[in-house]
């Protein structure tokens, strides 16, 4: 079964790029996970021994300030990856991570692919590149907190999740509220807000779906100088 979920791991931007023999071999060591929602996938502290990659549903990674308030550290869903930071160094997970949704899971154990690179230096060279990808969408995420609105944010998020090209678009939410909120940096009440903002957009909200009245119009917020969205916002 675990082989059936091949082309999703694929779509991961940790194994996009190995080479099929490399990737066949280590399907032979992954295991397939299904998890309930709340259900805890590690924590933080724990000695990382494994990379994830999910197949289905969402998974956030969370800390747990000195407070006791809970920072949102990511959100993660179909082909992404998380955990190989740590996992190939066998150092402690510096995050919790907890399924948002139901979800199923690949599991690859660390030291398959270590011994992979052992066997096959030219493997590391991929994973490099997977590596700057990495990289680049947190330089993305940055640039998004520091040069647009809130609503311009949601906004982005809501054309992530977007199915249509163009036109009406629904787009059913993922996960709470609270969640969303904090993986975009954002409070829950700056969220609301945000939304509120957006009916000017064309965008309103009915229990967990947000109904688009014109993806295109949304795209032009969503891309236009934060200096106008504010005028707007």
């Given at each position: 079964?675990?082989?059936?979920?091949?082309?999703?791991v694929?779509?991961?931007?940790?194994?996009?790029?190995?080479?099929?023999?490399?990737?066949?071999?280590?399907?032979?060591?992954?295991?397939?996970?299904?998890?309930?929602?709340?259900?805890?996938?590690?924590?933080?502290?724990?000695?990382?021994?494994?990379?994830?990659?999910?197949?289905?549903?969402?998974v956030?990674l969370?800390?747990?300030?000195?407070?006791?308030?809970?920072?949102?550290?990511?959100?993660?869903?179909?082909g992404?990856?998380?955990?190989?930071?740590?996992?190939?160094?066998?150092?402690?997970?510096?995050?919790?991570?907890?399924?948002?949704?139901?979800?199923?899971?690949?599991?690859?154990?660390?030291d398959?692919?270590?011994?992979?690179?052992?066997?096959?230096?030219e493997?590391?060279?991929?994973?490099?590149?997977?590596?700057?990808?990495?990289?680049?969408?947190?330089?993305?995420?940055?640039?998004?907190?520091?040069?647009?609105?809130?609503?311009?944010?949601?906004?982005?998020?809501?054309?992530?999740?977007?199915?249509?090209?163009?036109?009406?678009?629904?787009?059913?939410?993922?996960?709470?509220?609270?969640?969303?909120?904090?993986?975009?940096?954002m409070?829950?009440?700056?969220?609301?807000?945000?939304?509120?903002?957006?009916?000017?957009?064309?965008?309103?909200?009915?229990?967990?779906?947000?109904?688009?009245?014109?993806?295109?119009?949304?795209?032009?917020?969503?891309d236009?100088?934060?200096?106008?969205?504010?005028?707007?916002?």
């Amino acid at each position: 079964m675990v082989h059936a979920l091949q082309p999703v791991v694929r779509q991961s931007l940790l194994l996009s790029n190995v080479p099929e023999a490399a990737l066949e071999r280590i399907m032979a060591h992954a295991r397939l996970r299904t998890m309930d929602r709340g259900a805890t996938v590690f924590l933080q502290g724990e000695t990382a021994t494994a990379i994830y990659i999910v197949a289905e549903g969402w998974v956030k990674l969370y800390r747990i300030a000195p407070n006791g308030a809970e920072a949102v550290v990511g959100v993660f869903t179909r082909g992404d990856s998380f955990g190989e930071a740590v996992a190939f160094k066998s150092d402690p997970y510096p995050v919790s991570a907890e399924c948002a949704t139901d979800c199923t899971l690949v599991r690859i154990e660390a030291d398959v692919i270590v011994r992979l690179i052992r066997e096959e230096p030219e493997l590391a060279v991929s994973l490099l590149s997977a590596t700057f990808l990495h990289l680049h969408r947190l330089v993305s995420q940055i640039e998004q907190l520091k040069a647009q609105t809130g609503a311009q944010r949601v906004a982005e998020f809501l054309l992530d999740l977007a199915s249509c090209a163009e036109g009406a678009c629904e787009v059913v939410l993922p996960y709470d509220k609270v969640l969303i909120a904090g993986r975009l940096g954002m409070k829950p009440e700056s969220l609301s807000r945000a939304f509120a903002k957006l009916r000017d957009q064309g965008v309103r909200i009915r229990q967990n779906v947000a109904v688009i009245d014109d993806i295109a119009v949304l795209r032009d917020y969503a891309d236009e100088d934060p200096a106008m969205a504010w005028t707007k916002a």
